[in-house]
């Protein structure tokens, strides 16, 4: 098969055949029909993530249809649409066992801890814990969207976030993922208050149901005006960028018992991140984590999808093929965007 391969960290991709993957016993080989471009997959090529080995084959945000199936599958069949989400479990630890397989202690990431789809045909593992049906009306591109920044928007506002009609929602950071929570927060009833540096992404945000608008470039204290906005601070604030700055003001833009959704991965040289813990002492916050979505929490945010509630196909914005995919990976040190480009392996 044709995949985008890496030899060395930083070094470009190239586009080359490669030996076709084989189904474990308990996994599939899915034909990759559409793949988004993610900025972890930057991260994994710039040499950030530990699970990868060289050399590697990024891209962890797929749909496409069964090609294999291993001898224990009983779920899924040749020819099946499915998705998966970023985190693949292991259906058999403690944490799978309470249905958090989004934190399995045994989890596996496409393109991080194996190989991914930028190629032809990706495997993945414990398939009847982990594909996701994929609609005959949903577009393969949009449900490449699904996976990786749409479902984590859709588990920090509405799971981990716990979001109530009527509620004040801070979004930092307006990308890929922010714009999702934007309209995930606002299908759901909150008014939304977006925060970021680009006039672009804010014009975005508003079109996708933001209420009010922070210019986080011109305001001198963006936490100040999230609190001016809403009239003493939010209910629930996410971090969707991930950076020490935009944590802290998510933080210090709650109000009383508020809630803070960390989102954004926080790479730090140190490690750890400061947190305004004694605004989370005096105000009784929450602060929270957010790691993907299980399959099995899929269906209620593809019923918004289907009913056209919210609109993850229009953050794509661009479709390319295999070829074009290691220059697009590369770009994304430079020019992150706000849309969404979709690599199509078969074009
Ligand atoms: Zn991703
Ligand atoms: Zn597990």
Redesign the pocket.
């Known amino acids: 098969m044709r995949a985008v391969v890496f030899e060395r960290y930083g070094e470009p991709a190239e586009v080359r055949e490669v030996a076709d993957p084989e189904a474990a016993e308990h996994g599939v080989v899915v034909r990759v029909e559409a793949t ?1 471009l ?1 900025r ?1 997959d930057w991260h994994g090529w710039q040499g950030h993530d530990p699970d990868i080995t060289l050399p590697h084959v990024p891209g ?2 797929l749909a496409g249809t069964v090609e294999a199936v291993g001898a224990r599958v009983t779920r899924w069949r040749p020819g099946d649409r499915v998705t998966v989400p ?1 985190v693949c479990a292991c259906g058999g630890c403690p944490a799978c066992a309470a249905g958090d397989q989004q934190v399995c202690e045994r989890q596996t990431q496409p393109g991080f801890t194996h190989w991914g789809s930028f190629a032809q045909y990706v495997a993945l593992d414990h398939a009847d814990v982990n594909l996701v049906a994929v609609p005959e009306d949903l577009s393969f591109a949009t449900a490449a969207s699904l996976g ?2 749409f479902a984590t928007a859709y588990r920090a506002v509405v799971q981990q976030g716990r979001v109530a009609a009527g509620e004040w929602v801070a979004v930092h950071g307006c990308g890929g993922v922010g714009l999702s929570a934007v309209m995930i927060a606002a299908a759901s009833g909150a008014r939304v208050v977006a925060v970021d540096v680009s006039p672009q992404a804010l014009d975005l945000a508003r079109t996708f149901g933001a209420a009010e608008c922070v210019d986080a470039a011109a305001a001198r204290d963006t936490a100040a005006a999230v609190r001016d906005l809403t009239g003493g601070g939010a209910h629930l604030s996410l971090d969707a960028l991930g950076s020490p700055a935009t944590c802290a003001a998510s933080v210090d833009g709650l109000r009383r018992r508020g809630r803070h959704v960390q989102v954004g991965l926080l790479p730090s040289p140190t490690g750890t991140t400061p947190v305004p813990m004694a605004r989370a002492i005096a105000l009784e916050l929450e602060l929270l984590g957010s790691h993907g979505m299980a399959a099995h929490a899929y269906p209620p945010m593809l019923d918004l999808v289907r009913a056209g509630a919210v609109r993850p196909d229009l953050l794509v914005t661009r479709t390319i093929g295999l070829d074009a995919a290691p220059a697009a990976l590369t770009a994304l040190g430079t020019a992150p965007g706000a849309g969404v480009t979709v690599i199509e392996p078969w074009r």
Do not use: K, V
């Open positions: 988004g993610c972890s962890h945000e970023f990786c920044r």
